[in-house]
């Protein structure tokens, strides 16, 4: 429960996207993609398990909260494991990391220390960035922008002999940066379901999430338009890009999105909107994987 796997797949997919890339310019490195995803997963667990944990110590996850179980706030692991587990799960996430950063150089000790420092600051310290109105950012950037390039970066750059400082040139790919914006949009409407859900009680406890300051109407606008531009980027890539056709097999899943999105505009109950979430969050890795085909030049 408090690892929350049903979230997991919202930054496999984005590994998916940027590995993808990587296939076709020739990049590719199984091993340095597996200890990618392991980091990826660790930090994303991390942060699942350190946010269960503010929640409950800032009072925001009450008996009133509607949901998925928390178990700190309900007392199925004390407060004092609860941490522990956190801060052991970041531990082996930077223990995994060194290897990347002995490939990657600077860029990927400062990606590594932002994405732990952001995990935890998304509901602890001082400022929780979560509780401000923040949380879209964070996904946006984190789950998509940096997951999609980063995942690129690391491959590319281990063709090269040194430790690099900054980007070496050509390690960036612009498909990249174009491509990571589907998983950031995507990525995004997960936090955005399950903020218009928890509205009422975030509210109440003074979690400002954008869903708090938007309403349930708008809330849910921002996530339709999150799920449909997702689908313009393989678009864009087929227009302006040499891409084959291929490129627009995510298209196949637009009535999967137009459906959750008629879905969300229904009043939905507590459970149905656990059950968009889920769906949101296995739209976006089939998402992935069939934009992955099309960016690999495989087929």
């Known amino acids: 429960m408090a690892i929350r796997i049903h979230t997991l797949p919202a930054i496999i997919a984005p590994i998916i996207v940027g590995t993808c890339i990587a296939i076709n310019d020739g990049v ?13 997963l660790l930090i994303q667990i991390g942060t699942n398990i350190s946010n269960d944990y503010f929640d409950a110590l800032n009072s925001v996850d009450t008996p009133a909260r509607e949901g998925f179980v928390r178990v700190t706030s309900a007392g199925l692991i004390s407060e004092k494991n609860v941490k522990k587990a956190w801060i052991f799960t970041f531990f082996l996430a930077i223990l995994f990391g060194s290897y990347l950063l002995y490939l990657g150089g600077i860029p990927i000790l400062l990606i590594g220390l932002f994405s732990i420092a952001a995990g935890i600051l998304y509901t602890g310290g001082p400022y929780p960035f979560g509780y401000h109105g923040l949380g879209d950012l964070f996904v946006f950037i984190f789950f998509g922008i940096i997951a999609v390039t980063g995942t690129y970066y690391v491959q590319s750059v281990s063709t090269l002999s040194y430790f690099p400082l900054w980007f070496p040139p050509g390690t960036i790919s612009q498909i990249a940066l174009i491509s990571s914006l589907s998983m950031a949009t995507l990525t995004t409407a997960i936090i955005v379901v399950n903020n218009t ?6 509210s109440a406890a003074r979690k400002f999430t954008l869903s708090v300051f938007l309403g349930q109407f708008w809330s849910k606008v921002e996530y339709s338009l999150l799920i449909l531009l997702s689908y313009c980027t393989p678009i864009f890539l087929y227009l302006y890009f040499s891409f084959s056709n291929i490129i627009l097999l995510p298209l196949i899943t637009l009535p999967y999105g137009l459906f959750l999105i008629r879905s969300i505009f229904h009043n939905p109950s507590i459970d149905s909107f656990n059950r968009i979430l889920k769906n949101t969050t296995s739209l976006t890795l089939l998402f992935s994987i069939l934009f992955g085909i099309g960016l690999s030049g495989l087929i």
């Open 197 to 202: 859900r928890d509205i009422d009680t975030d």
């Open 28 to 40: 590719y490195n199984p091993v340095i993609v597996s200890i990618i995803l392991i980091c990826a």
